[in-house]
Every structure is written in C-alpha cells, then in structure tokens.
Nanobody
Framework: QVQRVESGGGLVQTGDSLRLSCAAS????????MAWFRQAPGKAREFVAS????????TYPDSVKGRFTISRNNNLNTVWLPMNNLKPEAPAVYYC???????????????WGQGTQVTVSS
C-alpha cells in the first residue's frame, strides 16, 4: 500500500508560483503511476498532471500545459508539482494520487492523499 502526504499549498496572488510535494511510503513506489488532481467546492475532481512509474511520460490537460511540470524521484519516493503563473481560479484542494496501472486522466486511482489547499487571489 502506498500512503501519500501532500504539502506546499497556500495563498498566493495571480502570476505567483507554488511547488507542491507528495511524499509517499512503500517499497514499490516506482511501480506506481502518480498524478495530481484538484477539486474546488461543489465541483468534480479535475485532472492536473500525471507521470509514469519511471518518469518517462507525463500528461497534462490544456488548462495547465506549459505552466505546471510534474516530476518524481523514485529514490526519495517523492513527486513534485511546480506551478507557475497561477491564475485566479476558485480555491481548490490539490490531491496526490497513485495507481499500479496505466496512466489515467480520470480520478480512478487507488490511493489518495489528504490534499493541500491552494488559493490564488486576483
């Protein structure tokens, strides 16, 4: 089982940057596809980024492409999500997720963290 702890969220202004981190436990971290999702109050969970087990492949929706970059270090069991040029969207909780299967852009992941809040003011 892979447990995850997210950190790095906060309150920032439009155009600022944040870097989210997800520290995972487990001895088979590299076998898991890792992803980030976000969820605003009253809305569905939205895909933000994913990375394959060995980090060779990443996927992003158009809404964040060019501004967010997912990466991982399997020796440290950690995934990062630097977010640049943040936009004044609704506050959202960002979740780290893991699955021992193919990359997916839908929230059908097996393991989830507790989330970290990100608020971007205009």
């Amino acid at each position: 089982q892979v447990q995850r702890v997210e950190s790095g969220g906060g309150l920032v202004q439009t155009g600022d940057s944040l870097r989210l981190s997800c520290a995972a436990s487990g001895r088979t971290f590299s076998s898991y596809v890792m992803a980030w999702f976000r969820q605003a109050p009253g809305k569905a969970r939205e895909f933000v980024a994913s990375i394959s087990g060995i980090g060779s492949s990443t996927t992003y929706p158009d809404s964040v492409k060019g501004r967010f970059t997912i990466s991982r270090n399997n020796n440290l069991n950690t995934v990062w999500l630097p977010m640049n040029n943040l936009k004044p969207e609704a506050p959202a909780v960002y979740y780290c997720a893991a699955r021992n299967s193919l990359v997916s852009t839908t929230p059908d992941y097996t393991y989830w963290g507790q989330g970290t809040q990100v608020t971007v003011s205009s």
